[in-house]
């Protein structure tokens, strides 16, 4: 039967990128997402932006919500100083088998777990399962009906420390109203739009940053 289109990713991927090198990882995808099919990925002119915010805050621990074919993944654990570990969610049990393989491709295995399952069922349990006690970064690309309620889970989870930076994907386009209405209007966050375009495309998309405060 016809080959997804995350599979099709994934061979432009292994044929033209090297083992090893994310960068080149990154190029392929995005010539892949250019020329032949779009695909959901935060795409390079965000995916600057998204480069620029995981270097000024140079986190070690990050959560990603919602890997897809794993270049957002690649582009911030290629950032990642050693010792540095990024957890990314996938609920799409195809996404995350295609996802694995980008991420091994790239070579960045050891920085990454990726882990299959509902974001709701899994911030819960973060503490136990990971060890981890709080994230320094947290970039949500998700179903965008769930920004909201799973930013205020990770709050209830006390997931989130003063400083702790959110970046938002998609705040534009599909859009995420609810999200950027209480980030914005919320005490608890220091928040800010990072104007750019949806990826691969001339529509306006772009980022919120939103510093928690505590
Ligand atoms: O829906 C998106 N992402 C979530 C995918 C499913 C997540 C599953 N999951 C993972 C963990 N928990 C749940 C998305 C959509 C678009 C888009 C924009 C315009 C358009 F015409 C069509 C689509 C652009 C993006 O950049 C996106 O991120
Ligand atoms: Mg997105």
Known sequence: TRSTRPQRLLKAVQKHATRGDPQSVISAIDHFCRHSEWAMNIGDEKGSILDSVVSEVNPEKV????????????????????????????????YAAIARQVIIWAGLEDKVQLVEGASE?????????????????????????????DTKLMEDCGLLRKGTVLLADNVICPGVPDYLAYVRNSLSYKSCYFKSHLEYTKAEDGLEKSVFLG
């Open 63 to 94: 959560l990603e919500l919602g890997t897809y074919c794993g270049y957002s993944t690649v582009r911030i654990a290629r950032l990642l100083p050693p010792g540095a570990r990024l957890i990314t969610l996938e609920f799409n049990a195809d």
């Open 121 to 149: 069922d899994w911030i819960p349990r973060m503490k136990e399962h990971f060890g981890i006690e709080t994230f320094d970064f947290v970039f949500l690309d998700h179903w965008k009906d769930r920004y909201l309620p």
